[in-house]
């Protein structure tokens, strides 16, 4: 059980960050084959469901990321790591099944087009969700 609660912790944060890291080009000889061949395809309510989950694990990140460098011994790591995987879960679950999660950014990893399509999701929810200056 710690096992896979430290494998998901790790999948739960990287699958993720992958998705706003540019893909490096392969070399102009090397032959790729076509994203959509490869990934599953993804509707778009399912993306925007994953976006909304996206932006949860990402906060969290962030917050447990504070937590993990200002642990003191490896006990109080592995705590945190758990309690990061517990919430994690907790706040995908709110969006759609962590299953689900893990396929839609396994697809989104693969497919530059399906990536692109998210980040203009992302974007779109941000600022949606900012708030209006403030007037005097």
Not at 53 to 75: C, F, G, P
């Amino acid at each position: 059980m710690r096992k896979y609660a430290l494998s998901f912790l790790s999948l739960a944060l990287a699958a993720p960050l992958a998705l706003a890291a540019p893909k490096p080009q392969p070399p102009a000889r090397m032959q790729m084959p076509a994203p959509a061949a490869s990934a599953p395809s993804v509707d778009t309510a399912t993306l925007h469901k994953f976006a909304g989950a996206y932006e949860d694990v990402m906060q969290l990140r962030t917050k447990y990321i504070v937590k993990l460098k200002a642990a003191k011994s490896k006990d109080q790591k592995t705590a945190i790591k758990k309690q990061a995987t517990q919430q994690m879960k907790q706040d995908i679950s709110k969006h759609m099944s962590v299953q689900s999660y893990m396929k839609v950014a396994k697809a989104v990893n693969a497919n530059p087009k399906l990536r692109q399509e998210l980040i203009k999701i992302i974007r779109s929810d941000s600022k949606k969700h900012s708030s209006p200056p403030l007037r005097h």
